[in-house]
């Protein structure tokens, strides 16, 4: 069975996510190393204990996660949940690799193209185009009723997205970026789009799209953001021929 060393494995996902370009909020790329050759990997969105105690199931010698560890402005010390969470990764020689924005943005797998290819719209462009990385994205679509977009979403995310209308009855135009993005809505208006998708509402998006004139859909931090480790993985799997298997801890927000 093909392995690979830790440091190997995250010195190729820098590579291909081009992590160095990025400045983040969180380290990205190995953030705990179990000094022990990898040959199964288990993905998932966060690195939660319900995804540890699977990897361990499945014994898996590394986590691959969007979601990691040790976030700005994060108590440091290893106690609590957090300790729990170490311990378990060092107990059962397990190293965890988390890549943040680096994979919201990849052109190729990232969060936003999976999205896109989820909801049949053409990435055309960048919601900040004079950004050297930017995340969000701009869209492009058959024009079609918000209503009947929102059934798509609906079947498609197998969850009913949060919507705020701004008055926008049929769309063509979209604003796309995942997780907990709403605060781009404004910038998605100032570009000319009618929707904007993103994972999260703050009471403050509401007046926004009211008032701006956009349609919001708050679809799910965790829902909008299964593609990009998914298709990080099966990346992984065919160009290193490790075993990888990706595991959903269901989360509602």
């Known amino acids: 069975m093909t392995e690979i060393s830790p ?3 995250e010195q190729w996902c820098n590579d291909y996510l081009k992590v160095s370009e990025f400045k983040d909020y969180c380290p990205n790329g190995l953030q705990v190393d179990a000094d022990t050759p990898i040959k199964k990997i288990v993905t998932g969105v966060t690195a939660t204990q319900n995804l540890i ?19 700005k402005g994060e108590p440091e010390p290893l106690t609590g949940m957090k300790g729990k969470r170490i311990r378990s990764l060092f107990q059962n020689n397990i190293s965890l690799l988390a ?8 052109p190729v797998i990232g969060n936003n193209v999976a999205l896109a290819n989820l909801l049949d719209l053409k990435i055309t ?3 900040y185009p004079n950004e050297k990385n930017p995340v969000g994205n701009i869209a492009q679509c058959e024009p079609i009723a918000i209503e009947a977009f929102i059934e798509k979403v609906s079947q498609r995310l197998q969850r009913v997205p ?23 809505i404004e910038q998605a208006a100032n570009m000319g789009c009618q929707l904007y998708i993103s994972g999260e509402i703050s009471e403050r998006t509401t007046h926004s799209a009211r008032e701006l004139g956009i349609d919001y859909l708050a679809c799910g931090h965790h829902a909008t953001e299964m593609g990009g480790i998914q298709a ?22």
Not at 53 to 71: M, P, Q, R, S, T
Not at 99 to 106: F, Q
């Open 7 to 9: 440091l190997d494995l």
């Open 53 to 71: 105690e699977a990897a361990i199931k499945h014994e898996a010698d590394a986590i691959l996660v969007h979601h990691g560890y040790f976030w």
């Open 99 to 106: 890549y943040h924005l680096p994979l919201d943005a990849h």
């Open 125 to 127: 462009g960048a919601l």
């Open 162 to 184: 949060t919507h705020i209308s701004g008055n926008q009855s049929i769309i063509s135009k979209v604003g796309i970026c995942t997780g907990g993005a709403q605060d781009m």
């Open 232 to 253: 990080l993985g099966e990346v992984i799997k065919s160009t290193l021929g490790l075993e990888v298997t990706f595991i959903d801890d269901p989360n509602p927000a």
